[in-house]
C-alpha cells in the first residue's frame, strides 16, 4: 500500500491566520482526498483533489476557505484559511490504490487547534 | 442522516470479552471495508469484504457482509487492550465512497 506523509502532525494557530497542511505520497495517484474529522467521531470528505485540474469540493466546503494545491502526482497541500475556533479539527489525507484491496490509505492527520 | 449507522457508538469492554459491531444502511453497496483508527493516527484498512454473505477472518476479528450487501458486522473475540481504538466501516455505492458514523471500542485491560 502507498505510505503517506503529512506534516505539521500538528498546530495552534491564532484566529484569523492561515495554516498549509502538506501532503506527500511515494506512489503517482490521480487522486488525493482531504479529510476532516472531530476526534472520536467519522470523518468529513473536504474535496478531490486532481492533479491538473481544479479540486471539487463538497456540500459545505468553498475553495475561498479550503484552497487545495495539487501540482504533481504524488504532492498535494491543503489551506485552512481565515481560521475560527470552528475549524478546529483534524484534518487528513487519503489516497485510494485499487491494488489487492488496499482501499484507502491515510496521513496520520493534523490536528488543528484556532485559539 | 448518514448513510452508514454503526452501532454502539461507544462501547467499553473488559479484555478477554467478545463483542460486535454492527455497520447498517438501506443503500446497497458494491463493497465495503472496515478501518480501525488509533488516537494520532489515520484509519488503516483492515479488510474489504465484496461478496453479499461473505465472511473474512482476521485474527481474533470476523467480518461478516450481508447477503443483500446492505450491512456488515465486525466480532471481535477475546478483546485485548490493543484492540481499542475508533472502527469505521465505509461502503462504495455508485460511484461514492461513505464512512460509517464510528465506533469506539476502549478495552479495559
Known amino acids: 500500500s502507498a505510505v503517506i506523509s503529512q506534516k505539521p502532525s500538528r498546530d495552534i494557530c491564532q484566529r484569523g491566520t492561515s495554516l498549509t497542511i502538506q501532503c506527500q505520497v511515494d506512489s503517482q495517484v490521480t487522486m488525493m482526498f482531504w479529510y476532516r474529522q472531530q476526534p472520536g467521531q467519522s470523518l468529513t470528505l473536504i474535496a478531490t483533489?486532481?492533479?491538473?485540474?481544479?479540486?471539487?469540493?463538497e456540500s459545505g466546503f468553498v475553495i475561498d476557505k479550503f484552497p487545495i494545491s495539487r501540482p504533481n502526482l504524488t504532492f498535494s497541500t491543503l489551506t485552512v484559511s481565515n481560521m475560527s475556533p470552528e475549524d478546529s479539527s483534524i484534518y487528513l489525507c487519503?489516497?485510494?490504490?485499487?491494488?489487492?484491496?488496499?482501499?484507502?490509505?491515510f496521513g496520520s492527520g493534523t490536528r488543528l487547534t484556532v485559539v | 442522516t448518514q448513510l452508514l449507522e454503526q452501532s454502539p457508538q461507544f462501547l467499553s469492554i473488559q479484555e478477554g470479552e467478545n463483542l460486535t459491531v454492527y455497520c447498517n444502511s438501506s443503500?446497497?453497496?458494491?463493497?465495503l471495508q472496515w478501518y480501525r483508527q488509533e488516537p494520532g493516527e489515520g484509519p488503516v484498512l483492515l479488510v474489504t469484504?465484496?461478496?453479499?454473505?461473505e465472511v473474512k477472518k482476521l485474527k481474533r476479528l470476523t467480518f461478516q457482509f450481508g447477503d443483500a450487501r446492505k450491512d456488515s458486522s465486525l466480532h471481535i473475540t477475546a478483546a485485548q487492550p490493543g484492540d481499542t481504538g475508533l472502527y469505521l466501516c465505509?461502503?462504495?455505492?455508485?460511484?461514492?465512497?461513505?464512512f460509517g458514523t464510528g465506533t469506539s471500542l476502549t478495552v479495559i485491560p
Open positions: 469484504v465484496v461478496t453479499g454473505g
Open positions: 443503500s446497497v453497496f458494491s463493497s
Open positions: 487519503s489516497v485510494y490504490l485499487e491494488v489487492d484491496g488496499y482501499g484507502y490509505t
Open positions: 483533489a486532481n492533479q491538473g485540474s481544479e479540486a471539487t469540493y
Open positions: 465505509a461502503g462504495v455505492t455508485g460511484n461514492q465512497f461513505y
